[in-house]
């Protein structure tokens, strides 16, 4: 192991929310996290994190300690083969992302979209795509504050008022696949005249529209055995060796277009899978940058599993961090885009470590 680390945060927080219209709120919010984080350095120098957290509202609903440690050496064990993975070269294809992949992958590529001030200017990718299709028809993504758990999981993302006084409320951004709403400040927008809960900010900074609990649906579910026959299926029509299965992402960024930047965006990921469509086990890979424009791989989207999973973090943008969780099942694209991950020239200790005697 180059590094290996594990952090406790206990918080109570009160905040108080006060203006000139005679609104006067007061919110208590207490939580635990617990995050546990290893990286190992390949030959070549690249550098290889995994990572895991546990959320609680109350600390006794935290994993024992006995979990937490299997959890942490099941965790070196896949750093151990994953140090001496392949390193993939870039790559078009079809791809299953996991629930907690998909989640940071709707965060990022759609969910920045659909705030509302990103809209008046760079990042108007759906701006003047409301009442029109964007997803296929089974799905469903809606932004929920007032959501304090879903699919067995305490979610980051709860609050009953946003930063600006309002109160909060579940807002439909997409219906049977059809682009209904943005996330609102009180900062208007053309057909969007009103504050849904959304305006946040971390201390007391400005607020903007930023997104909460974000979660995905589908009404036409598949197994994971489905999902996995599909895509083999996808990658023989297109005539690929193997697909891609992105089962761990870290994080990752959206540009929108403001300021002259490409509207793109980048999820790393951390574990990466080859399925291959002549029946050979699984094969871990490294080195995996997924990337792309939000329409396009939008647009490739094909249907949803039947297992919700939760990704739990915090998302930093204009007005600072502000916690939030994102929901989804598996998905399956029939196009995703990869690029290889830069390299370090950093390369490993010739000597090993000194022994303790």
């Not at 979209?113 to 009442?131: C, P, Y």
Request: charged fraction near 25%.
């Amino acid at each position: 192991l180059q590094s290996g680390d594990v952090s406790l945060t206990f918080r109570v927080l009160r905040n108080y929310f006060v203006n000139t219209e005679g609104t006067e709120v007061v919110q208590n919010r207490t939580y635990a996290r617990i995050m546990i984080s290893a990286s190992m350095k390949a030959e070549d120098g690249m550098e290889l994190p995994l990572n895991m957290s546990y959320f609680a509202y109350d600390p006794k609903d935290l994993p024992s300690n006995d979990r937490m440690i299997a959890d942490a050496k099941d965790m070196v064990k896949r750093l151990t083969v994953l140090r001496d993975a392949p390193v993939v070269d870039p790559y078009t294809g079809p791809a299953i992302l996991s629930g907690p992949a998909s989640g940071v992958f709707f965060h990022e590529i759609f969910g920045h979209r659909i705030e509302g001030h990103r809209l008046k200017g760079g990042g108007e990718t759906f701006k003047k795509k409301v009442g029109e299709l964007v997803l296929p028809a089974d799905f469903q993504v809606y932004c929920d504050p007032t959501l304090r758990s879903y699919a067995g999981e305490e979610l980051n993302g709860f609050y009953l008022y946003d930063d600006q006084g309002v109160k909060a409320r579940r807002v439909d951004v997409v219906k049977d696949g059809i682009l209904r709403e943005f996330l609102m400040s009180r900062v208007p927008l053309d057909g969007f005249p009103h504050s849904n809960g959304h305006g946040r900010t971390a201390g007391g900074g400005d607020p903007v529209s930023r997104q909460s609990n974000l979660v995905v649906e589908t009404t036409a579910p598949h197994t994971e055995a489905e999902l996995r026959s599909m895509l083999i299926e996808e990658a023989k029509k297109q005539g690929k060796e193997y697909g891609y299965y992105f089962k761990e992402v870290t994080s990752g960024f959206t540009l929108t277009g403001e300021g002259g930047s490409l509207n793109s965006f980048n999820v790393t990921p951390l574990e990466v899978y080859r399925i291959y469509v002549d029946g050979r086990p699984d094969e871990l890979v490294r080195g995996v940058d997924l990337i792309g424009t939000p329409l396009s791989m939008f647009s490739n989207i094909v249907c949803g599993g039947d297992a919700p999973s939760v990704f739990t973090g915090e998302c930093g943008a204009e007005s600072g961090w502000v916690p939030v969780t994102a929901s989804s099942p598996m998905i399956l694209v029939n196009k995703i885009e990869t690029q290889r991950r830069q390299k370090s020239r950093d390369l490993p200790p010739i000597l090993p470590a000194p022994q303790n005697k």
